[in-house]
Structures are given as C-alpha cells and as structure tokens.
C-alpha cells in the first residue's frame, strides 16, 4: 500500500478510519489541539458529539459500544480532561465494555516536571483497563491504535487507553494504511473438560443455567436457547445478561440474586447442576457465598480463566468463548428427560410480586409496562443506578439482546443520560431509546440535555421522581432504623420540567397514569429529546430482597411495617 507522510494527529483519525469509526465523543483542550484540527479538515468523516463534560463522553462511548457492538471513542485532553474520563472508563472496564479513550499530554520533554494541566493518566487508569499506551513518538502510532482496537474487542471485550504527548500529534512520519486485524474466536475443541462437562449434564436430573452478559458479548443467544431446549430446564440471568434469553419464554424464570425473583433464587438453590454462562458470580448474584448453591456441582463456562473460581469454587470449568462452547456442548449433550424440574421452579413465577392495578397511583411497574405497550415492544432502555435502574430490570421486557444499557458492575450513577445519547447515536432510527432515572442519579449529569438539544438526538428522560435518593433510604428503613441521613431531596431543586425547557428540552410533568401517558405519547410522536418527570411514592420498595449476609433463597417478599 502507499506510503504517505503525515503528522501525528492525521495518523491518529485516519487509523481511526481503518477501524470503521465514524463517531466519536469528546471536548477539545489545549494539549489535544492538532488532533482537533486535524477533524476540522476532515469533512465530516468521523462526526463529533461535543459533550457538556467528558465524563458524558467517556459514558457516551460506552453505551455507544453497548448498544452496537462496535468499539466506542472517546476524546479528551490532558490533566482534568483525562482525569475526567475515568469513572467512564471503570464502569466500562466493570462491565466488559469495548471502548478506546484517547487523550494527550503534554510535549515528551515536559513530563514529569508537574507541568500545566499535566497528570500520568496511564498510571491512574492501569488497574481500570485492559490495556494503556503512552505514545511519545509519532511512528509508533498507529501500530499502537491497531493493537488497542484489537484488545478493545477481542476475547473479554474491555476498555483501553492511548494517551499521546501533544509533539508526538504535530510530529511527521510514514503512514501505510492497513486492513484492521479481525477477531474470530476458535472453535471449542475436544477436552477432558468438556467431556466431564458433557457427562454431567447427561446425567444431570435438575440442571438450571445462568446466563451472564458474556453470553451478549459473544452472540451467543441462539446458542443459548438450543442449549435450554435441549436441557428442557429453568434459566435465568444476572442483571447483565437480561436479553441474552427472551424473558417471555416459558423456561425464563426472571433475574437472579438480591432482587432476583422467587423461581431463580429458589430454582438455583434447588439444582443438582448449575451452569453458568459468562458471567462471574458478584456478590449481587451469590449474597453470602459460604451459604452459595451447596448442592449441586457448578460448570462455570468463561472466557476468562481468571474468573474460574474467583469468587465461589466450581466443579468444571470451561474456558472459552460462549459462543463456540454451547456449539461444542449442544453437538454432545442428549435431550432431558419429563420437565418436571422445570415445572417445578415455574410455580414460583407467580409469586412475583406485582404492585401495579387499576386503581393504583402512577408507580414503576406500570411505567416499564406503557414504555413497552407505546414502543411496541422495541424500545431500548437505559438506566440511572438505583431504583430505578432494579425497577427496569425486574419489569423491563427484554426480547432481544443489547436492549438494556446499564452500570452493573460499579454503580455509576450519572450514567444514563450519556449511555442513552451514545446508544441512540448508534442505533439512528432502528430503535428508540428511553433512559429510566432516579432523581438522584438524574442530577449527577443533567448538563448533557445540552448534548441531546443541539444534536436533536431524540432520548426520552423518564424521571421516577419519589425525592429520595431511593435505594438508600430502602436499607436505612430496613436495616438502619429509619434514620434517614442526608436522602431526603424533597424540596430540593431544581424543577426538572423547567430545568428542561432551560436547555431547549420539551419537559412534562406526570403525577398520575393519564398524565403519564399523555406525556409519554406526545414524546415518542414528536421524536424529539424529552425529559418526563414522573412523580412515584417516596416508599416504593424494590422486591423481593434478599439482605446482606442471607442465602439468596431466604427471601424478603414484603414491605416493613413503616
């Protein structure tokens, strides 16, 4: 192919090219000038979504990646522009999410001498990505930007830094352009591991599955749904894997652990194999461990090999891809027997415990139910941490994979507004995109319904408003006494109807069912960027609860007295 000089900040966006990127979120600064000019002459090439901070951009990335598959990007500058970045970073590292974060420091002769907005964000970010470069020298550039794409995306997808001095991006060098290097995982081949697995499953009587946000990484879902037939048994997942199975299936018993639901904790403590599939058994997942599914013998299927008995002690494990290791298991495994076991755990769905009727105030169940019924099953949610966020798994309907864009592992409040305008991006018009909120959480980054007004990109805010931080003063009602430090928001600001209209952003208020649906309707016909505040009961409860330190089987179904 044919050389062609160029400076570091042109090998930067053309790399970028070569990876098929065409989106990228950001905020300019000093030290990441050059690459800046640099997109000015790009002509549109690589659109840019400047955001009101880069921590929207680093969680717009993210929920960019999630809801596509693709690599997410993000931009910023040095010192508190990258510092910036990096709750974003964590919650994608948390999640196995694939997203490059490039930002530039200072030129190769200032480091180290605490210069003007420097800071070595490398060392901050090492125990936080799956990979970071410090890029002094303009020739080893784009070698460096291949070999992150590459790690972003390939095996447990994660994210990666790349952190370029300001000289290294004016710098002038050769560029040969090349194909991007394709990740293909291998087939499962033949074992002694996946002969013991395969044995115990066949003679498996009460087998149950996991399924774990692995198994989307992997596209493994068709995989998935021949391996349960075959099995004829109950399967549910982790919060990260909701749309790995349709949740309308028969055989699907609902989310696991501290607000799983009665059949999964029950199902999971009452198995004689258990077979979990790419996920890693948190602590949300197993509560107390010593007490974790005692009788039944665990195959664990991971393509982590770090994961293998991290957090509880399995029989057989399966390293490898999701994807090639149920080909290799559905090639092998025979048909089970009656369902009975199945039937069994099914029973307990109906335990689920359901608060929404005719004559009930506005409230989340029934919320998550009019989003479904006015999207026609297609929306794509994304939520806030919280309530909220345990509210829309448990009631969310998830047909297909991708369609919950969450922070599973570290919580990151703040993340939904940037995660829903990254995953809108992505999708364009194929879906729609609503982020479900706590007012808490909500405030954390409101500063991006600037990003969602200038760009007309069409995200639907709901507002579960109850003017608590929610799920904290949950646990001190049940477990501190009713002492409600520092959560109560009630009359607090600001107005979110008028915070909205103050950005540009259509707001309605919703303090019953007919306003609500008044509310969501206008908003999904005029396709527009919305926020809908919606007001719910200060002592709505996430339930059932499993509480800290009990089996996940010994279960909490009903509210304290308050």
Known sequence: ???????????LLHCLLEQGVDTVFGYPGGTILNIYDELYNMNGKIRHYLTA???????????????????????????????????????????????????????KNLLGRDTFQEVDITGITMPITKHNFIVSDAAELADTVREAFYIAKSGRPGPVLIDITKDATAQETEYVPEKPKEYRP??????????KAVALLNGAKR??????????????????????????????STMMGLGSYPTDDEKFMGMIGMHGTKASNIGINSADVVVAIGMRFSDRVTSNTAKFVKNAKIIHIDIDAAEICKNVRITQELVGDAKEVLKALNERINPIGDGAFLQEISAYKADFPHKDSADAPLNPEYILKKIYEFTEDKAVLATEVGQNQLWTAQFGKYLRPRTLITSGGLGT??????????????????????SIAGDGSFRMNCNELCTLQYYHIPVIIVIMDNHVLGNVRQWQTMFYGKRYSETTLTD???????????????????????????ALKAALQKNAPAVIDAEIDIDDFVLPMVAPGKAINEIMSEKPKL
């Open 1 to 11: 192919m044919e050389k062609k000089m160029m400076n570091g900040a042109q090998i």
């Open 53 to 107: 901070h880069e921590q929207g951009a680093a969680h717009a990335a993210d929920g960019y990646a999630r809801a596509t598959g693709k690599v997410g990007v993000c931009f910023a500058t040095s010192g508190p522009g990258a510092t910036n970045l990096v709750t974003g970073i964590a919650t994608a590292y948390m999640d196995s999410s694939p997203v490059v974060a490039i930002t530039c420091n200072v030129a």
């Open 186 to 195: 291998a087939p499962y081949k033949e074992s002694e591991s996946l002969e």
């Open 207 to 236: 087998p149950f599955v996991v399924s774990g946000g692995g198994v989307i990484s992997s596209g493994a879902e068709k995989e998935l749904k021949t391996f349960v037939e075959k099995l004829n048994c109950p399967v549910s």
């Open 413 to 434: 409040m703040g993340f939904g507004t940037g995660a829903a305008m990254g995953a809108k991006v992505g999708l364009g018009d194929r879906y729609p995109v609503i």
């Open 492 to 518: 607090r600001g600001p107005d979110f109807v008028k915070l909205a209209e103050a950005y540009g952003v259509d707001g309605y208020r919703a303090k019953n069912k007919e306003e609500f649906d008044a």
